[in-house]
């Protein structure tokens, strides 16, 4: 399983990024789908994240984040997708996209119930 996390770049607070998620060896349409980010000294922390079809298709967001950050997937394309706005500089960090193929999560907002992470992407937010 292989996911190749894009799109991340430097942004003026108060834009818009939109991250890219593309998955190999895994079909999304049948996997927890989930974003996590680490900024600068801080630990790995919870973004977003949408459960499979055959597990109630549900999404879950961050406190930090709701309202502003949407997830969506193409089932089409294999690709997840983290569309982000009015970002802040607390945003900056680290973006992971993870998986995990499982039907049931004990927890959706833990790193470690993810087996496959991809190699992140860097999200800069300026002021």
């Known amino acids: 399983v292989q996911l190749q996390a894009s799109g991340g770049g430097l942004v003026q607070a108060g834009g818009s990024l939109r991250l890219s998620c593309l998955a190999s060896?895994?079909?999304?349409?049948?996997?927890?789908m989930a974003w996590f980010r680490q900024g600068p000294g801080k630990e790995r922390e919870f973004v977003a994240a949408?459960?499979?079809?055959?597990?109630?298709?549900?999404?879950y967001y961050a406190d930090s984040v709701k309202g502003r950050f949407t997830i969506s997937r193409d089932n089409a394309k294999n690709t997840v997708y983290l569309q982000m706005n009015s970002l802040t500089p607390e945003d900056t960090a680290v973006y992971y996209c993870?998986?995990?193929?499982?039907?049931?999560?004990?927890?959706?907002?833990?790193?470690?119930?993810?087996?496959?992470w991809g190699q992140g992407t860097l999200v800069t937010v300026s002021s």
């Open positions: 993870a998986a995990d193929s499982r039907l049931i999560l004990s927890s959706t907002r833990t790193w470690s119930e993810y087996d496959y």
């Open positions: 060896g895994i079909t999304i349409s049948n996997a927890y």
């Open positions: 949408a459960a499979a079809r055959r597990s109630g298709s549900n999404q």
